[in-house]
């Protein structure tokens, strides 16, 4: 398979964007619960920061499908933090799992901040940038 979206959302910003990126290449994005079914080229997977933190969910979902992922393409959302790649790039390393330096992050509303966000104009530029990635490829 070329391409593949996953995601991990607890108030379902990150499935938003997850969403759009998938149509915007025309694949079907889907729950960290669903296995990768098959060698995937490009991987662009959808977390969130949480405490400081990926969940175990996304962790637990790299690991078992670590011999799946061609290319890992983080994408990501958080109120404050400035997305997740460090911790990503952290764990792929250890996982022996490859990851694109381009990452995807906009700001995801959390209680009282951020409101709306990812808006439309986060969800366009998120299209944009799977569109370009698979480009690249
Ligand atoms: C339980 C919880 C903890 C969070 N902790 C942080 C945090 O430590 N730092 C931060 O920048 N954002 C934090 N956020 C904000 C989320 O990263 C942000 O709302 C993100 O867009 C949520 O994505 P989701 O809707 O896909 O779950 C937290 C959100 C939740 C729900």
């Known amino acids: 398979m070329k391409a593949a979206v996953r995601y991990y959302t607890k108030t379902g910003n990150t499935k938003k964007i997850c969403d759009a990126i998938a149509e915007a290449i025309g694949v ?23 405490a400081a933190n ?19 393409v983080n994408v990501s959302s958080a109120a404050l933090l400035e997305g997740t790649y460090g911790r990503m790039s952290k764990l792929c390393g250890e996982l ?9 992050h906009c700001k995801g509303s959390f209680k009282f901040m951020h409101k709306g966000r990812p808006n439309q104009q986060d969800l366009d530029e998120a299209a944009a ?9």
């Open 28 to 50: 079907e994005a889907k729950s960290v619960d669903v296995p990768l079914e098959e060698e995937t080229e490009v991987l662009f997977l959808g977390n969130s920061v949480y």
């Open 54 to 72: 990926i969940d175990k969910e996304v962790k637990d979902f790299v690991e078992a499908n670590k011999d799946k992922i061609g290319c890992l």
């Open 96 to 104: 022996g799992v490859n990851i694109d330096q381009r990452e995807f």
């Open 129 to 137: 940038f799977a569109k370009e990635i698979m480009a690249s490829k």
